[in-house]
Nanobody, 120 residues
Framework: QVQVVESGGGLGQTGGSLRLSCEVS???????MAWYRQAPGNQRDWVAT????????YADSVKGRFAISRKDFFLTAMNLQMNDLKLEDTAVYYC??????????????WGQGTQVTISS
C-alpha cells in the first residue's frame, strides 16, 4: 500500500523561509512527485513538480522563490524549500506521488496535507 506523508509545515514570516518534506512508502517506482496547495475558499493549485529524470517545474507564483529537490535516488522523498515567503503562500500544502503501475498506468497518491501559515 502506497502512503504519502508530508511534514515541515507551520508558521512563517514574510520574507522568511520554510522547508516542507514528503516521503513515500510502499513503492520505489516513482515517476514524479509534486506539490500542490489550497488556500481557504480556493481550488487546489499546482506548485511544483520533480520527475524521476531530475526535471523540475514551478508555478509562476513561486518561481525563483521555491525549490523542489529529491532526497534519494528513487525519488521516494523530496523537499520543497520555500524562501522569501509571502502572505499569499498561506495554504495547506499537499504532496502527490505518481507511481508507475503495470501496463503503463500512472497511479496518483496524495498526502493528507500540511498547513503553512505566513504572517507579517
Amino acid at each position: 500500500q502506497v502512503q504519502v506523508v508530508e511534514s515541515g509545515g507551520g508558521l512563517g514570516q514574510t520574507g522568511g523561509s520554510l522547508r516542507l518534506s514528503c516521503e513515500v512508502s510502499g513503492s520505489s517506482n516513482i515517476g514524479a512527485m509534486a506539490w500542490y496547495r489550497q488556500a481557504p475558499g480556493n481550488q487546489r493549485d499546482w506548485v511544483a513538480t520533480i520527475t524521476s529524470g531530475g526535471a523540475s517545474a514551478y508555478a509562476d507564483s513561486v518561481k525563483g522563490r521555491f525549490a523542489i529537490s529529491r532526497k534519494d535516488f528513487f525519488l521516494t522523498a523530496m523537499n520543497l524549500q520555500m524562501n522569501d515567503l509571502k502572505l499569499e503562500d498561506t495554504a495547506v500544502y499537499y504532496c502527490k506521488a505518481v507511481v508507475r503501475g503495470g501496463g503503463g498506468r500512472q497511479l496518483e497518491y496524495w498526502g493528507q496535507g500540511t498547513q503553512v501559515t505566513i504572517s507579517s
